[in-house]
């Protein structure tokens, strides 16, 4: 499909969209409000214009662009590694860019068609609804995939929200840069009237841009606005939660205190009840317990407590830092079993804790360690340890004593995940870290490193928890500024696609109503032209086949009178014997052409039907080539037949109309060939079942066909000649006929031509076949026929005189009648062994009267043979209907008319 004849134009045409679908991406993208998600993205329409006019031939140039273009807007384009994940992100939205373009150009090229020139509304309604809305989504989807699996900007949470938008954005792009870019194809080589239209076109499409465009901008902006104005609340909403929640884990672990404090004698029962219901409604708190202070003395004694409690063998672990120093030991704790191995730990040989606890001691109130990775999860987690002095009065002095700690351990990520909803968590990029940490101890960011802060839209907040600072970093989340949009946005994206889908189809509609009209025009002025051309040929056709006809006809008539008149003239029987034979072969010719005539009318008719006769190839073709072999060796011309077909299988088919079609191209190839041979050969090419494939082909010496000649070769009433001068006499029939008939038997006949060398013909037919010889016909020759009883039913004169007279021959006096009346009332009166019936006489013709003689049940059984010259299948089939036994078409042949009296006779 070659839509720019100009190969120089066509060239600059192509670089100019490729370097276009680049420079109005980045354009785009500019002044957008979403990265790689716009409002009307362009290079969607170039692409698919681009294919449209060179298929696959733009796919290089196009793959090419939407790489630079993704490589351009890539945040980290400066990182960029040939084996990375920004390489398989860009060149998966390259493929599925150029994958939606092919496909969208293959449906338009052949299925569709140009937008501006279709012929029909449905197409134009095809190209907005399965181009412009169904194709525009496979981009998309591929695109988005690619985003939400290889950039960390996108994720897959927001992956049907950014297909939405992306499909918009391809959609309204093609919808409005298709048509637009379409219409400057040849816009200078059209009509006034078109030029117009297309200008129509140009200007929406330009105006729909507009509009789409700048609402676009002005939705996002005030929604970028909103986006940050909801931030700011939400950061307020999110502190307060902390302070809360920070809180409630002091109250949490001076709760368990107090209960250890008020319970002197607690076991392990009660302390695994009361912790639990402290855990249940505070789910950051991993574990709690409670270590009571031992000291040095003490620890056997301790250590036989413990193993009597959990009934094992219990050791103290953890060795002091100082001699001096007493044992923090965890005596309970919960839940039990994930921390079985703490049992008995002595809290005060880690340097860090046992600062804590003495901070602890001396502000009489709990305190927190610094952030630690906690072991006892499944992977290691950011957590903290509150200790919590426990007190006890000593009954003698009346004093407070310190008796243990009670303590907690607290995740970090669950106080976090209590705080943030799952819209807040994707509203905001944080990171926590202690005071003058460079790294954060959690974060929702990839970089582990304290790096928000370096962000001006920043919000950092510092929370003291009992003697430890923590600092967090909040930044707004990019993706959920690019993708907060209100309900109304939303509702606008789809109005402008449905705005732009009506404007645009109403446009096409309205243009294609003027294309439409001016094909109608042009098409009907063609055929105009083409009908009257046709008629000329048709009229030329039938003068050169009248004229040729004619010739034909009065041939073999003048051999007949001539012969006939110099019959009446002579009085010597030998010289009439020559005569009476030039006159008979003269006859069959005439008849010959009359048959052929007959034929093809039957054929256009839809009339010839074909029969289901069982027979033998081999004895066909031993006909042909008696019939054929004398004639081509007088005139000088070589014969050979080469029957190569299996010899014990037999056929079913028409084996009268293959032998005619045999007859016909045999005729063909002696009568054009002066010189050389002529050669026959048939094949059995394929033997599937019961099913033959065999070929026959004719091959000739002869000069050889012209190109021009072999056109019109089968067609019916055509000649190689028809010159006065041609040396090659015919009706020209003989050929269409053997083409028509192979074709009713499924098969066809082809022609293989080589100039001055000859020609070959090839009859492709398939039978069925038969592993049994046919039956033989049985021998009529022994019915004597003398006297027989015969009426003869016949208006003609002349045709009773030949009739009487074939009849005299065979030694049978008939009663002759004129009309059908009379057939009927002498069949009444007399008694007769068998009628012939002429079929068109006067008063009763031969249908009407065979069905009054059949009324009779006198008569009824006579066998009636019926004789006409109507020929055509339906006149035999009527005639066989209306009673008779048999048909005998004129002229009569006195063989045929011995053998079917024989077979009806008595």
Known sequence: MKLISNKRKSWLIYLILAISYTISGLFLSNIASQTQVVSVWLPAGIALVGCYLWWWRFIPALFIASVSFNFFTHANAKSFNLVSNMSLEIT?????????????????????????????????????????????????????????????????????????????????????????????????????????????????????????????????????????????????????????????????IQTLANFIQTSPSIDRQSFKVFANQ???????????????????????????????????????????????????????????????????????????????????????????????????????????????????????????????????????????????GLSQNKMFDYELYEKDAKKSFLTNTKNTYVSLDKTGAMKSLVFNLAGQVWHMNLVPNKEFLSH????????????????????????LLMNNRQTILNSLVKKNTKALKKAKLQSENTSLAKSRFLTNMSHEIRTPLNTVIGFTQLSKQTHNHTELIPFIDKIEFSAKNLLDIINDILDIAKMESGKLTLEHNHFDMHALLNRINFSFESTANAAGIGWKINDNLPKNLWYQGDNIRIEQILTNLCNNAIKFTQKGEILVEAQLIELNLTVAHLILTITDTSEGLKPEVIINLFNSFTQTDFSPSKRFGATGLDLAIAKKLSHLMNGDITIQNKPNQGSTFTFHMKLETQKHPPELAQKTTSTDLTNLKVLVAEDDLSNQTLIKAMLESFHIIPTLVENGLEAVNMAKTKEFDLILMDCQMPILNGYQATQKIRESPNTQNIPIIALTADVMPEDKTRALDVGCNAHLSKPIDIIKLQTCLKEHAP
């Open 92 to 252: 998966i939205m390259a493929f599925g860019a150029c994958l939606q373009a092919i496909v969208g150009a293959y449906i338009l090229r052949y299925k569709i068609g140009n937008p501006l020139k279709l012929q029909s509304d449905f197409r134009a309604f095809a190209f907005i609804f399965i181009i412009g809305i169904l194709v525009s989504l496979i981009s998309p989807n591929i695109g988005v995939f690619a985003l939400s699996q290889f950039n960390p900007s996108y994720n897959y949470d927001n992956h049907w929200h950014n297909v939405f938008l992306w499909w918009l954005g391809d959609s309204l792009g093609v919808l409005l840069a298709t048509p637009f870019l379409l219409s400057f194809l040849n816009l200078s080589k059209l009509n006034e009237q078109k030029r117009k239209a297309q200008f129509l076109v140009l200007t929406t499409a330009c105006l729909l841009f507009i509009f789409v465009t700048l609402t676009a901008l002005l939705f996002s902006s005030s929604n970028r606005e909103n986006a940050n104005q909801l931030a700011k609340k939400e950061l307020k909403v999110i502190e307060n939660s902390l302070y809360r929640q920070l809180n409630n884990s002091l109250v949490s």
């Open 278 to 420: 402290i855990m249940k409604n505070e789910t950051s708190i991993q574990a709690m317990s409670w270590n009571p202070i031992i000291e040095q003395e003490q620890i056997s004694q301790f250590e036989n407590t413990l193993s009597e409690l959990y009934l094992k063998p219990i050791k103290i672990k953890g060795k002091q830092l100082r001699p001096e120093d007493p044992l923090v030991v965890v005596k309970l704790i919960t839940p039990e079993f994930e921390n079985r191995n703490a049992i008995g730990f002595n809290v005060y040989s880690n340097q860090k804790r046992k600062s804590v606890l003495l901070n602890a001691q001396l502000r009489h109130q709990p305190m927190a360690t610094p952030i630690i990775q906690l072991i006892q999860s499944t992977k290691p987690e950011a957590g903290y340890l509150l200790f919590a002095p426990v007190y006890q009065i000593n009954p003698v002095t009346k004093n407070r004593e310190l008796r243990g700690y009670a303590t907690g351990i607290f995740l970090v990520k669950k106080i976090i995940n209590h705080i943030f």
């Open 484 to 507: 907060y949009q209100s309900r109304l946005e939303v509702l606008l994206f789809i109005f402008q696609l449905v705005i732009t889908s009506f404007v645009m189809l109403l446009i």
